[in-house]
Structure formats: structure tokens, C-alpha cells
């Protein structure tokens, strides 16, 4: 005989269905909400209703946003002659944490990958060409340095370039603070090609 | 600059107040929410609420459900006399899993615990005391083989003789399917103790 009411099986599923959660964390998910009070529950139903309804694409990046424009593209101490073009919203976040970049960004929301049928048209490349005014002078590709990643960075360069703006792909080589030794053949090489004169 | 919307980071805090999430973790969860259709999200949302709001105390034994008495105390096929004392609702999953016991439950919602400032009334003993009518013959105190459940046990055990019904205590013991080798002396103390004639 099953000993738990319905409705918290029902909860406890829906805690299941979260990435990396599995059935046991689950249940003691659905123990959590049981322990808040009646008015910490209800705001935290509301906070999956509010995202879901308030977060939306900004019409000019594609980065996520509760407003028309995100902050960024609505700054202006940003530099609007380059575009940083990522694969995910948490991508911009890695980068504005550096406080280094100052240009704008581009959120593809995905790379191509032919395996899981995912093309060009299922990721956000054509908000990115309709960017490109003049005042565009450089496209930095900084998708993930895997073999969709790169893929994708290869398709979008040669539209942008025949669209007249320079392109460029951020540098591969050794993480800062790791050491030659766990660096794997590919990423050593990488670094061996991209060296610089000091 | 944080470049995530207000809506999506109050999303982000209440998964990170569940029980063993991290901050990355709930961060993925956000997104999960984000990537579901406006009915998942409003299902998840509803479930949270549903199961706050339905979920109850069954009137006899404290366990959960979403009626007034829970199935297993509604149930004519069940054995009235024996009562099994267990702290938590899961521990009476643990038993039901079993198939093998036909009493009842009690759950106490707890152990009594000086150290965390947790007394006999904060847990459901009073509830257990009204249930003593002359059909009861026997409490099986279930509670953990620990310093606390074993304490609690004790304590109920001695207000439950002097109204004249038996009390017993589950078996301690080497767990089957584990070996000697790797049980602990207190447990190996235990099983030697508890030593049955065959």
C-alpha cells in the first residue's frame, strides 16, 4: 500500500523531473515544502509562474530579461561596435563577471548539431544578421571550443563576413592557474599555434 | 553587471533553499522551468501549492494524507490491536514496502531530543496515548537504533505500561545480505544478545 497522499506523490514527481534530481532528494524536496509555511509555499509556486511569465528574450541580444531590452543592450557605456555571439544566456554572465568586455552581446540559445537536429534556423541567427548596421565593426565567436561549438562559430564567420564585418574566435589554449601537465594533446597544440611574441 | 532578470534569480534563491542544492544546481533548475510550456510550469507551480494546502495529519495515526484518516487506518483488513511506532512518515513506506506487518501506525513527527530542545510534547506521544483503548494489546516501538529514537522509545514504552498494554522493540541485528566483517561492535553486541534458538 502505497502511504503517501496523492498529492504529494504528485509534487514529489514534478521535484523528479528537475535535472539531476532523483527520486529520494525528491521526496525529501516535497518534506521541504510540507516544513514552510503556508505563505513561503505559495511563494515559491509564485516564483516558477513569475519567471515563466516575466522572462522573455531581449528583442535586440536574445539574453533573458523581464524587461522590452536587458540591461546591457539598454547601457550606454557599452561599446556597440562589437558583439559578442555565445550560446547561452550563462555564457554572458561567465564573461560579465570578468568586468574586462564592454561590447554587447548575442545569445544563439544553442549551437547547430546535426545529430540532434538543431539548425541554423532553431538557433537565434538570423536576429544576429539583422544586427549587423554599420556601426557593427566586430563579430566575436565565442561558442564553446567543442566540435558543435566550433561548428557553429565557422557557419555564423562566413555570414558575417560576407556581410563585410570582421570576425574573430576567442583564443583556445592553457586554463590561467592550471599547468602544462593535465592540459590534454589538443589544447596544447592549440596553445602552441596561438603563442604570441612578449 | 548581473545579467540575469530579477524573476529568474528569485527562482534561482528558492531552489537553493531546497534541501542539498547548490547554487549551480538551482540555477539549472531555473532554466528547466524556463524551458517547460506555460502549462508544465503552471502544474509545477499548482503541485507546490496543491500539496501544502491537501496535505494533512491522518486523525489517528499523525501520518500523511489528504483525507480526514489515512488508508491504512480506513482499512478493514488491517490488524487493530498492534500499533507500530514509527518517528517518520517514511518509515511507515519502509514497513508497507515489507507487505509482511497488518497493525497500525503511529507517527510521532520526530524524536525527543534535549540537544535540538525537542520535548515529549512536541512530538505526537499525546496522540498516541488517546489511541490506547482495551482493543490495543500491543506497541511496537519503531523508532531508529539510535541514541535518540532509543531514548524515545524508552520514554513511551514506560507511559504505555503503566496503562497495561505490551510494548516491545524492534530487533537489532546484523542487516541480511551484510557479513560479520563489516558490521560494528554495538551492532554485533546487539545480534549476539538477541540470539534466538533454530
Redesign the interface.
Known sequence: ????????E??T???A?????GRK?A????F???S?S?AE???????????????KRCRICQ?????EI???CG?DKRDKSVICVVSQ??D??AF?RTREYKGLYHVLHGVISPLKHIGPDDIAVKELLARLDPSVEEIILATDPDAEGEATAMYISRLVKQLGVKTTRIAYGIPVGSNLEVADDATLYRALEGRREI
Open positions: 500500500m502505497n502511504s503517501y497522499p496523492e498529492s504529494f504528485r509534487l514527481e514534478k521535484f523531473g528537475l535535472p539531476g534530481v532528494s521526496q525529501r524536496m516535497a521541504y515544502i510540507l514552510l503556508d509555499a505559495g511563494a515559491f509556486a509564485d516564483a516558477i509562474t513569475d519567471a515563466k511569465r516575466r522572462v539574453n533573458l530579461t523581464d524587461s536587458c540591461p546591457i547601457s544566456p550563462r554572458v554572465t560579465e
